[in-house]
């Protein structure tokens, strides 16, 4: 997973910038300093499921909504020393972005096995956000489901990238963005991953939260 380049991806969460730490360096200031303009906006939380023979691999993409739901994110972000800024504010974006989302093997809550985290902000630089790219197992299953307790807020899309593990003609279309469910089930089958995937997985190592920059 540490070699997954970001830029594989063809269907993007969102639209925006994912900037460099020295162009965030002044992020949150200025942030909290923009006025509302009287425009309320809901918080979005796009999610990209992929699919590899050992892996399943979501990509998630989230912006807070606009007024108390920033300010908050700022808020607990800003409390963290300023060396550490811009470390608190991509934590606790990924947080929120991840907090309502489970994902489930044979209903099963199964463990990441790696986490990165970009930041950035939106076109217009109204709000931050950030992109979460997360790696869970995929042993021998019949089944694999991406459930939010959001789903107001939370769309999902899904793309098998040749793993011969998801019955395609039980599955919702690819490429589609599938909005306001509260649980997306694909039915697997195919190899059960065997020993190589078995080796890859347990060369992994669980990461309890988004602790380091994306590299």
Known sequence: ????????????????????????????????????????????????????????????????????????????????????????????????????LTVTVDGTPVVPTSVRAKIGVEPGGARPMVVVLVTYPLAAAKTLAVGTKEPRSTRISWQDQRSDRVVIAEAPAQGKWHAGVASFLLTLSGPSGGPACATSNSSRRSLPSVSSPAR
Not at 75 to 97: F, Q, T
Request: hydrophobic share 45%; with cysteine; charged share 15%.
């Open 1 to 100: 997973m540490s070699r997954r380049n970001w830029r594989n991806w063809g269907q993007t969460p969102f639209p925006g910038r994912l900037l460099s730490t020295l162009a965030l360096a002044s992020l949150v200031a200025t942030l909290a300093g923009q006025p509302a303009w009287g425009h309320v906006f809901p918080a979005v939380r796009n999610v990209v499921v992929q699919v590899e023979p050992c892996e399943v691999v979501l990509l998630v993409g989230y912006r807070p909504g606009t007024g108390e739901a920033t300010d908050a994110i700022l808020s607990r972000a800003a409390s963290a020393p300023k060396s550490h800024g811009l470390d608190a504010l991509r934590d606790v974006l990924a947080a929120y972005a991840m907090a309502p």
